[in-house]
């Protein structure tokens, strides 16, 4: 029996990767997303995996969509926390809203992913869970108090749900990718990603979405089961936590 797995922010960058691998490697996969229906249908027509669109800074909207989800599919045994954005700036000049729409979109939607589903998860004694945090939240960066802090709590959420889990046969871990070819970093202004940033990384080049996928893979599988409450750094040498 194929085990099911869904990857939030699954259609494009860093996420599209997660849901393509974790569907090489033998699982049944759906892919979430919220605003970009062009993207999640060329997605679906050029992979075969269902999108299934909601608002995971939403509570409800996670419930409505995971139910769609065990309906359509199978209930989730396998949950990526990936969606995420930012809403960069200096603190001087970064607007409530900019937080808020960080913190809601990276953090507060981890609590409503993984509220919606626990309770599966513990009735059959399996889950594994991964949230995709970042370098960021590791070592914090200037522009980003807003990102660092999201992604800095769901380290702290990762250890404290594992512990949770651990009895019930959950596992939950983190990944921290370092600057990853994606979108999100290509947004970063071209000066910056070239003076400041690239030289920062050891190996001399950004991550690609396919590396942390890997990772993905690895800590979702069967054979994962001691790992829970782990912080697995990829990120080419530029931080280590
Ligand atoms: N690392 C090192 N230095 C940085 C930096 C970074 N990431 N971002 C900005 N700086 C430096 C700039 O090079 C600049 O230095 P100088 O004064 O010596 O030229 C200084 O900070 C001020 O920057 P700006 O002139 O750009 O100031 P601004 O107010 O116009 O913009 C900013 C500030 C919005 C933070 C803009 O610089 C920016 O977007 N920086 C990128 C921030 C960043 O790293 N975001 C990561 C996005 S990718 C991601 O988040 C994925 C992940 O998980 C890793």
Known sequence: MQRMALVTGGTRGIGRAISVALTGAGYRVAANYVGNDEAARSFTRETGIPAFRFDVADFDSCEVGVKQIA????????????????????????????????????????????????????????????????????????????????????????????????????????????????????????DVLEKSILPQIPIGRLGEPEEIARCVVFLASDDAGLITGATLTANGGQYFA
Request: net charge positive; charged share 15%; glycine share 10%.
């Open 71 to 190: 309906g359509q599919l199978a209930p989730i045994e396998i949950l990526i926390n990936n969606a995420g954005i930012t809403r960069d700036g200096m603190l001087h000049k970064m607007t409530p809203q900019q937080w808020q729409e960080v913190i809601a979109t990276d953090l507060t939607s981890c609590f409503n992913m993984c509220r919606v589903v626990i309770e599966h998860m513990r009735e059959r004694g399996f889950g594994r869970i991964v949230n995709i945090s970042s370098i960021n939240g590791q070592k914090g960066q200037m522009g980003q108090v807003n990102y660092s802090a999201a992604k800095a709590g769901e380290l702290g959420f990762t250890k404290a749900l594992a512990q949770e889990g651990a009895r019930a046969g959950i596992t939950v871990n983190a990944i921290c990718p370092g600057y990853v070819n994606t979108e999100m970093v290509q947004a970063v202004p071209k």
